[in-house]
């Protein structure tokens, strides 16, 4: 198969191309190259004839055009997209412009070019979203791909939007797409502005551990190398206009998850005095803060037979060990804008 990744040079885009390739895939990453993308994410593969990258932006159907004609996709897999709640609430605009006009640019100009190759019945066009788009639970319950959308950031919101575009376009054109809602990704190469790889960090540097209100607000957290395994299944097996759930199976309260990383980072690297988890300091909460998210994964589990392969305690380690073996990946990126600083504070 030829894939064609958008945003495969992000982080979870990345773990797909890396994959994807070691499965014999031929795949053209096609990304940006916005403040969150790192070329080194894919250097293990660079040099493999299996792999072509094209700097392009999603919002351009000239460079979609062109990337169509010159590497003829089986399929894509859509994975740009700017994903960070805090960046969304100082600035919503670039939210609204990659993620909805940008994800219907891609819509249209891979319309076009599956028209003009005959409309082939193995091609696919998945399109990767999140937990977000379904709002904020209570104590109990799950989401399943039925629940009602309910964004309540401005990320989530431009997440559903593009969701919507593409259920859209299956139902008017019978253009052929698969989605998916993950949960919290977390693991190699995850760039330092969300909450495990800012402990991580922070906790090296002696830094404060900052979390949000009263760290109670729970996440199911999936590690990232799963989700790349599960996007690749649904890719070959999932059933065109169909949604999947992808969840970690692993709910953690930040409080919590801080706690173990902190403890996994004890061992791994111990201080001269005291634990990492004595930096922890709560800090003003994120506006709009959702409480809770779990997802129901029965559907992928029961139709395509995928699970989670690690638990959040193994994942964790994994991503520690990884942060204190590649310091050089990380100390590339810390002079980026917002590297280390408190982003979304409406306080």
């Known amino acids: 198969m030829r894939l064609l990744v958008t945003g495969g040079a992000g982080f979870i885009g990345s773990a797909v191309v890396r994959l994807a390739v070691a499965r014999g895939y031929e795949v053209i990453n096609l990304d940006a190259l916005t403040y969150a993308a790192c070329l080194s994410n894919v250097a293990e593969v660079k040099d493999n004839p299996l792999y072509t990258f094209i700097e392009a932006d999603i919002r351009d159907h000239v460079a979609l055009d062109r990337a169509f004609a010159n590497h003829a996709p089986d399929a894509i897999m859509h994975l740009a997209a700017e994903s960070h709640v805090d960046r969304s609430i100082d600035g919503p605009g670039t939210f609204i412009e990659t993620n909805i006009t940008g994800t219907y640019t891609l819509l249209e100009a891979t319309r076009r070019y599956w028209e003009e190759t005959g409309r082939p019945e193995t091609f696919r066009f998945h399109h990767i979203s999140t937990d977000e788009v379904f709002g904020s639970l209570g ?19 431009s997440k559903a939007a593009s969701d919507h575009l593409v259920r859209a376009w299956h139902e008017t054109f019978g253009f052929p797409v698969l989605l998916t809602n993950c949960s919290n990704n977390y693991g190699p190469y995850h760039f330092p502005e969300k909450l495990i790889p800012v402990v991580i960090l922070n906790a090296l540097a002696g830094k404060s551990l900052p979390i949000y209100g009263d760290g109670l607000n729970i996440r199911d957290w999936l590690y990232v190398e799963d989700h790349a395994d599960a996007l690749l299944l649904v890719l070959e097996k999932g059933k065109l206009g169909r949604s999947y759930n992808i969840g ?38 994120r506006p709009g803060h959702d409480a809770r998210y779990a997802i129901d994964p029965t559907r992928i589990r029961e139709e395509l037979g995928w699970r989670p392969s690690v638990t959040v305690e193994e994942g964790l380690r994994l991503t520690a060990q990884w942060y ?11 002079d980026r804008q917002g590297v280390g600083e408190r982003l979304g504070d409406q306080s």
Do not use: H, M
Not at 251 to 257: A, I, K, P, T, V
Not at 324 to 334: H, I, K, S, Y
């Open 139 to 157: 104590p109990t319950g799950q989401f399943t791909e039925k629940s009602p959308y309910d964004p309540r950031s401005p990320y989530s919101a």
């Open 248 to 285: 970690g199976e692993n709910e953690r309260s930040n409080l919590e998850l801080v706690k173990t990383l902190c403890s996994i980072l004890d061992e791994l690297r111990p201080k001269a005095q005291g634990s990492y988890a004595d930096q922890i300091t709560f800090v003003a909460d």
């Open 324 to 334: 204190l073996d590649n310091e050089p990946w990380w100390r590339a990126l810390q």
